[in-house]
């Protein structure tokens, strides 16, 4: 019982100076459910291997912050997926939106818009932070559906196309 009592207290010490950390720095954020793209979008885009981008919901659990620049001004955050079956994991990925600077909400377009994506966009667009949608693996889509399928998607989602990229990472 000591062992996990020693446990929950260094993760909280841990949880509390990421909080800490975060507040003092411009903080660029990937969110979406499992299996978005997140960690894909991140290493095309950044060039950063977190070692998590895998064919299977949920393999990222914990936050992950990288430093974009030499200062460390400019952090990354890779959170985990909204909605894991796992609440604890899900609690962890909705405990940074209060840090965020900038959102990249990735949503994943082989499944169609969900009605939690739009909660969960519609909670980050709440707090007033700068947020790009990245309609991601669009490769999936057929090709004479894409145009069709964009537009229903950003409908569905209520944002605007210049708030929105089509991506495929």
């Not at 993760?11 to 979406?32: E, I, P, R």
């Not at 990354?76 to 990249?104: K, M, Q, T, Y």
């Amino acid at each position: 019982m000591e062992v996990r009592q020693a446990a929950v207290t260094a993760w909280s010490d841990t949880d509390a100076a990421l909080a800490a950390a975060l507040k003092q720095h411009l903080v660029v954020a990937f969110l979406g459910s499992a299996s978005s793209g997140k960690d894909s979008g991140i290493r095309a885009l950044f060039g950063l291997d977190f070692g998590e981008v895998s064919p299977i919901p949920g393999s990222t659990a914990t936050l992950r912050v990288a430093k974009l620049d030499a200062e460390g001004r400019v952090l990354l955050v890779n959170a985990p997926g909204f909605g894991d079956v796992r609440a604890h994991v899900d609690e962890r990925a909705r405990s940074v939106l209060e840090s965020l600077d900038i959102v990249v909400y990735v949503v994943n377009c082989e499944g169609g818009v969900t009605l939690d994506e739009r909660r969960d966009l519609d909670a980050i667009r709440a707090l007033g932070r700068p947020v790009l949608v990245c309609l991601n693996k669009i490769d999936l889509i057929r090709p004479k559906e894409r145009e069709g399928f964009v537009a229903a998607s950003l409908a569905q989602l209520n944002i605007d196309a210049k708030d929105a990229v089509i991506t495929a990472f």
